[in-house]
Nanobody
């Protein structure tokens, strides 16, 4: 089992930047893919970004491509999401996730591990 804890959320103005972090404990961090999802008020959870266990392959939702960057430091068991040029529509709770059987891209299914989330609010 893996425990995930996010941090770095906050209230910012449109155009600003934030960096989210997610510290993992439990199973060896470098053995599984990691990612970020988000959920806005009244909406379902949506994929944001994913990174392979090696840190080489990365995937992004079209809505964040070119603005967000996912990265990981396996030595520190930490996942990051650098968010630049934030927009009001990026307002959501951001969740860190990992999957025990995914090595390249995370899956949103019953086997995935989830953090408790961190709130990001972008004002216009």
């Amino acid at each position: 089992q893996v425990q995930l804890e996010e941090s770095g959320g906050g209230l910012v103005q449109a155009g600003a930047s934030l960096r989210l972090s997610c510290v993992a404990s439990g199973r060896s961090f470098g053995t599984y893919a990691m990612g970020w999802f988000r959920q806005a008020p009244g909406k379902g959870r949506e994929f944001v970004a994913s990174i392979a266990r090696s840190g080489i392959a990365k995937y992004y939702a079209d809505s964040v491509k070119g603005r967000f960057t996912i990265s990981r430091d396996n030595a520190k068991s930490t996942l990051y999401l650098q968010m630049n040029s934030l927009k009001p529509e990026d307002t959501a709770v951001y969740y860190c996730t990992g999957h025990p059987r995914a090595t390249v891209k995370v899956h949103d299914d019953a086997e995935a591990w989830w953090g408790h989330g961190t709130q990001v609010t972008v004002s216009s």
